[in-house]
């Protein structure tokens, strides 16, 4: 038991849910039926730049699209903690909406572990933490056996 009394939200609100079954949060484009995320991108298609955008829960899965290793520090709102442990990212088709999201990859995998066309599950990890919050993001975690390079956990 560690005794973690540390509140569990967002490091960025409006992003994506928490729980069990976290969602990302996009926008569906009323007259193209298009996606956005995150939601507040919905205007920024040239072609429906006036166009009403519905909030959604995006899938919670779809297949590795790219993926690497991030050897330096991502910009914010990453909290670069010293030293940098570099992290795996994946470009990830969500599965319905056929659009490509960048994430973090659950701790435990490596480039080694992935390849392209890979189901993935949306899972929510800690990006930071302080003596009051851990601050959690999005990650994408294989779907499937853990790699035998693994180790870390995830919370999904």
Excluded at 39 to 48: K, R
Excluded at 92 to 113: F, H, N, R, S, Y
Excluded at 114 to 128: A, D, F, I, R, Y
């Amino acid at each position: 038991m560690t005794g973690n009394t540390r509140q569990r939200v967002p490091a960025v609100e409006g992003f994506f849910t928490i729980g069990d079954e976290p969602h990302l949060i996009g926008g569906r484009l009323a007259d193209s039926g298009g996606y956005c995320f995150p939601l507040h991108l919905g205007g920024s298609d040239p072609g429906n730049s006036a166009g009403e955008v519905e909030e959604v829960a995006l899938s919670r899965t779809g297949r590795i699209w790219s993926f690497t290793n991030s050897t330096y520090p991502p910009p914010p709102p990453f909290i670069i903690t010293e030293p940098y442990v570099p992290v795996v990212v994946a470009a990830v088709e969500l599965e319905l909406e056929k659009m490509v999201v960048l994430g973090q990859v659950a701790p435990g995998w490596t480039v080694d572990d992935l390849e392209v066309g890979m189901e993935v599950e949306l899972v929510t990890g800690v990006l930071h933490e302080d003596e009051e919050c851990e601050y959690l993001t999005w990650q994408w975690r294989p779907i499937g056996d853990r790699p035998v390079s693994g180790g870390g956990d995830s919370d999904g």
